[in-house]
């Protein structure tokens, strides 16, 4: 599915022209490549579906975005390095997503980094994890999409909970993310909950969370221009 080196040259350079434009009103600017299950576990791809490999959208996407300056958190390498050093799963066997284990390293990571392109001191939370037996939540969105008469048990699979200090206020942050059913998670994740504004563009078009116009139809996007 590589669709040339012209179309992505021409997004990369849109993506920049972005970046600089934001950049000069004291906005910054990150893209967060989401990893691929099939690239995390290619050993599981039956030798019948393996073809030749050729050019490839996301080795284009993440040389260019490096090259051009563009401040990006590539998860494919992210999870790769973790891979041997991980206690638990980074997808779940019946996730289509990350794994909500693998995504608290995400979390974590892209609060860092927004603390340090922004300048901001960003509170520390205090994480745990509890253990289950079977999957829960997006764990099993495929699991669930497969209507089997008996539940799957691929775990033990961890769970992250997130609690913030007493008294700790907004940091002065306001965040738009745009993007796609992988961000779910970091909602559910609490990514949002010490900052003045967060705001979900769900497929860059639903607004979350949901706003209302005077007739009572949802905000979409375009509404806000």
Partial sequence: NFIGDSAIDQRVF???????????????LIVVMAPSKARF??????????????PCNYD???????????ITMDCNKYFAHLRDTCSFPLFAKYGIHWS?????????SLLNLIGKVTTKTLPHWDKQFYVSPTPLDTDNDLGDAMNLIFKVKPGPL?????????????????????????????????????????????YNNEVWPARYRPDQNRLTYGDLN
């Fill in 14 to 28: 849109k993506i920049k022209r972005l970046a600089d434009t934001l950049n000069s009103l004291n906005k910054k």
């Fill in 41 to 54: 576990y290619p050993e599981f791809i039956p030798d019948s579906l393996r073809g030749p490999i050729g």
């Fill in 60 to 70: 284009r996407y993440a040389d260019d975005f490096a090259r051009a300056g563009i």
């Fill in 100 to 108: 909500l284990y693998g995504a608290s390293f995400v979390r974590d």
């Fill in 158 to 202: 961890a769970y992250p909970t997130y609690t913030l200090p007493e008294g700790v206020q907004p940091v002065p942050v306001r965040l738009i993310s745009i993007g796609d059913s992988f961000y779910w998670t970091m909602i559910t994740l609490k990514i949002h909950e010490a900052l003045v504004d967060d705001q979900f563009w769900y």
